[in-house]
C-alpha cells in the first residue's frame, strides 16, 4: 500500500547560483572586476579599502554584512588575494544568501570602492499537508523544524522529506511518496 502525501511551502523566491569574485585567463591575465577598474592576476597589488556599497539585502543590516564579510573601510587588501575570498566565504557560511559576489566598482589613487551583492535565500510564509488526516499533519508539525520565516535551503529540504517519511515508516508505511512543493507567495515580498 502506497500512502501519498504532499506538502506545499509558501516561499518568496528561490535561486542558487554561484558566485566569484571574476577570473578572465583568457586575456592573458587581466580581467576587468567592475566599473573602471581592472587588474593583473599574475601581479597582485595592495589597495585601501573605500566605502563599501552593498545591494540586494534590503531586509538586511548593511553594517552587519559588511562586519560579516571582515571588510573594513581604510584597510588594506591585496587583489588578487585572500581578503575577497574570506569575505565570500564568510557571508555563504552564514546561510542567508543564495547569491553572494564582491566586485571592485572603481579605483582612485590607491583606494578601492567595493561593491558587495548578495541575493537572500527565500523565507518560508507558511507550509500546509494535502492528502493526510488532521491527526497525522499534527503530529508531522511536532517532528519537523518549520515556522514562518525560517530561511529555506535545499538541506531544510532534504530534512523535512526524510522526516515525514521517517514518520510515515514509524507507522509501518515503506512505500511513501512525498511531494514538497515550493510556490511563491505573492502577498509576502522575500
Not at 567592475?34 to 597582485?44: A, E, N, Q, V, Y
Not at 581604510?74 to 588575494?81: A, E, F, L, N, R
Not at 571592485?104 to 548578495?118: C, N, Q
Request: glycine content about 8%.
Amino acid at each position: 500500500m502506497v500512502k501519498q502525501l504532499s506538502f506545499l511551502l509558501l516561499l518568496a523566491s528561490f535561486a542558487l547560483i554561484p558566485a566569484s569574485f571574476g577570473q578572465d585567463t583568457l586575456n592573458q591575465g587581466a580581467t576587468a572586476v567592475g566599473g573602471d577598474f581592472s587588474m593583473d592576476i599574475l601581479r597582485p597589488e595592495q589597495y585601501q579599502v573605500g566605502p563599501i556599497r552593498v545591494e540586494g539585502a534590503d531586509n538586511y543590516d548593511h553594517n552587519a554584512i559588511k562586519l560579516i564579510a571582515g571588510l573594513r573601510q581604510g584597510s588594506t587588501i591585496t587583489i588578487p588575494g585572500e581578503a575577497i575570498s574570506t569575505a565570500i566565504r564568510n557571508l555563504w557560511d552564514e546561510g542567508l544568501f543564495s547569491d553572494v559576489e564582491i566586485s571592485a566598482d572603481r579605483e582612485i589613487a590607491g583606494v578601492i570602492y567595493l561593491v558587495i551583492k548578495v541575493t537572500p535565500r527565500p523565507k518560508l510564509s507558511r507550509f500546509r499537508f494535502r492528502r493526510v488526516n488532521k491527526r497525522d499533519a499534527d503530529k508531522i508539525r511536532e517532528e519537523i523544524d518549520l515556522f514562518s520565516g525560517k530561511t529555506i535551503t535545499e538541506n531544510l529540504i532534504f530534512a523535512t522529506n526524510s522526516r515525514i517519511k521517517g514518520y510515515f515508516r514509524e507507522k509501518g508505511y515503506y512505500s511513501v511518496d512525498v511531494n514538497i512543493t515550493r510556490v511563491t507567495d505573492s502577498l509576502i515580498a522575500n
